[in-house]
């Protein structure tokens, strides 16, 4: 656990937080903000990615927003829909070469609203053939998709 890093964003205070988040590996950062966002079920946590987004928009923070939104805060309202936005620019931020992004987008294409269509799940899976082919997750749902 990141000491204080969960007080500095509950008390709303980002820059702190910023500070703090730049000292440490970003796969720790994100394992504790998805930990607490689960542990808290706060809207709070989306907002400090928010912050950190406006001050420096990168591919990874897009890929934790989308995360925190998939899963801990899925339940809220819109979350699904907030996703696909993420997902979006990481994808574009990523001039579509990251697998990880692709798949992000292809996993709203199995949710109810199916915010991915079908048509361009199976352009995802293409794409991620195209930069891995032994990618399984794309093999298997473009298999699901041709079926349909």
Known sequence: MIKNLDS???????EDGKRLVESID??????EILYNAYNNCSIIYYSFLNYLLIENETSKIHD???SLLVNPLSHLEGAYNSALYHA?????????????SLE????LNTIPDKLISDEEAIKICKE??????????????LNELLQN
Do not use: H, Q
Request: charged share 30%.
């Open 8 to 14: 500095l964003i509950l008390s709303n205070n980002f």
């Open 26 to 31: 970003f796969k720790t950062f994100s394992e």
């Open 64 to 66: 934790l927003a989308f």
């Open 88 to 100: 979006l620019r990481s994808v574009e931020l990523t001039n579509r070469k990251d697998v990880g």
């Open 104 to 107: 992000n987008l292809l996993f």
């Open 128 to 141: 991620i053939l195209k930069l891995d082919n032994k990618n399984e997750l794309a093999k298997e749902s």
